[in-house]
């Protein structure tokens, strides 16, 4: 049951803070889509106005904190070089993967892919956040704003998505210890 | 009640959505720029962090660029109604933007490697 210090962190990284955007994602969406005039109060729109503001100004803090432990605290454990002539790269991930054509990929496509995309999630769903925000109960009257809130919600979910797939995938080929 | 649900104007909005969209399209163009040339002086000036790599400043310069863009577009457009539709389009587009310019295999492409 013991982790140091490293693995505290990649796990507060993506399972905490890249967990909560994943799990929280699908309740989000659907409450901004059914966010439609001929299906709430004006009463009932308003009370679920004010807990979708909160539920996604929570998912976008979250997922911000997650780029930020990843990109600052985690990944330099990652991409740290080896001091010459190590053989075990058991702690250098990157070096560990890139060491071996048959998991190479894992950080040329894996990891290369993960780290850039990562960046869209926050800023996408900073956005939604906003505009829920801004109009709020008005949103319901707003198809095509509402369209738009949703596109990007996906988009921020897909990034969030490719980021956590493949950070589980290349903990499990070089995990960051 | 009425006067609570009068229309606000739409600028707000599209003043986030385009700075959204601005800010992931310049994490796609700045991440394809250093990828098609890693040896680059523009690449070189990417590293603000030496633990993080270029991905310090690629990523710093994007998040600079939203709120930048935001911070620009909510001052010109805070009392106005925009062309939502063009507006969120255009967003949406360079949303997209975003996302092709940070898939790797897109720098292989272009790099014909």
Known sequence: ?177 | MAKEMNDKVNGPAAAALLAGGIGSAAMGLITLIYELDDKSGFSKSMTWYKPVGGLSGKSSWAIIIFFVSWAILHFVWKDKDTNFARVSSLAIALLFVGLIGTFPPVWHLLKGS
């Open chain 1, 1 to 177: 049951m013991e982790m140091n210090t490293r693995e505290i962190w990649t796990v507060v990284h993506g399972m905490v803070f890249g967990f909560i955007f994943l799990l929280g994602f699908s309740g989000a969406l659907y409450a901004v889509y059914s966010l439609k005039s001929e299906r709430l109060t004006i009463e009932g729109m308003k009370k679920t106005v004010s807990i979708i503001k909160v539920y996604l100004w929570g998912l976008a803090i979250s997922v911000w904190a997650a780029v930020f432990t990843g990109a600052w605290v985690v990944y330099p454990w990652y991409r740290a070089t080896p001091p010459e002539g190590t053989t075990d790269l058991s702690t250098f991930p990157r070096s560990f993967l890139l060491a071996n054509e048959s998991t190479a990929q894992w950080h040329e496509f894996g990891m290369e892919w993960k780290e850039h995309v990562a960046f869209l999630a926050p800023i996408a769903a900073t956005v939604v956040a906003f505009v829920v925000s801004y109009y709020g109960p008005q949103l319901a009257r707003k198809v095509g704003e509402r369209r738009a809130v949703m596109i990007f919600f996906i988009v921020a979910f897909i990034a969030t998505a490719v980021a956590g797939m493949f950070g589980a995938f290349i903990t499990k080929a070089a995990a960051v210890r």
